[in-house]
């Protein structure tokens, strides 16, 4: 009598398991979190309507670089965005333009397995640093946002027509005053 229940306990923890396998390989990736293949024109539109509810930065690719680079100086305030969970700064909101040249540095960190990576999250957050202060000196103004817009601008753009991995090393705001945080 006693192997039987042992069988039987044995034989439900397998139906318990096979389902439970069932159920993951069934789940579809993107109904997890909504983003991974998500185009530029989608991503933006969520982010604006506040309706983004991903964990993670879609997986872009320097493809996505140019219609990222149309939303750069974008000053719409978001509040619905991917963070960097491992950072102890909370922003409750980010300018779009400012988000969007993040979202334009992963696919960068990525492409060039960055020691800041985390995730896809190239750093700490979506926000600027002064480079050179002793002290952790973060910027989230109009200026800054303009020089870090032109500065992504200019190092996509000069670069027009050459392979991605021959200037993908090339940090976009190394001839400003900024580094991410």
């Known amino acids: 009598m006693k192997n039987i229940k042992h069988v039987q306990m044995k034989s439900l923890n397998f139906l318990i398991l096979m389902f439970t ?9 993107n109904d997890v979190d909504g983003i991974d293949n ?3 024109e989608n991503y933006i539109a969520l982010l604006k309507a506040g309706q983004n509810d991903s964990m993670e ?18 000053d719409q305030i978001i509040t619905d965005f991917p963070r960097n969970g491992i950072s102890s700064l909370y922003g409750p909101d980010c300018k779009l ?7 334009i540095e992963s696919i960068r960190a990525v492409a060039i397995n960055s020691k800041y990576l985390i995730g896809r999250f190239p750093s700490l957050n ?42 993908k090393m090339v940090d976009p705001l190394i001839n400003t005053d900024y580094r991410w945080h």
């Open 126 to 167: 979506p926000i600027l640093a002064f480079r050179d202060s002793q002290t952790l000196d973060l910027v989230d103004d109009d200026v800054s946002h303009h020089i870090a817009a032109k500065a992504y601008f200019d190092w996509w753009y000069s670069n027009s027509g050459k392979d991605f991995d021959a200037f």
């Open 21 to 29: 396998m069932i159920i993951l390989i069934s789940c579809d990736k």
């Open 97 to 103: 333009g400012m988000y969007v040249l993040w979202t």
């Open 38 to 40: 998500v185009d530029v």
């Open 57 to 74: 930065l879609p997986e872009f690719t320097y493809n996505d670089i140019p219609a990222l680079l149309m939303y750069r100086n974008e």
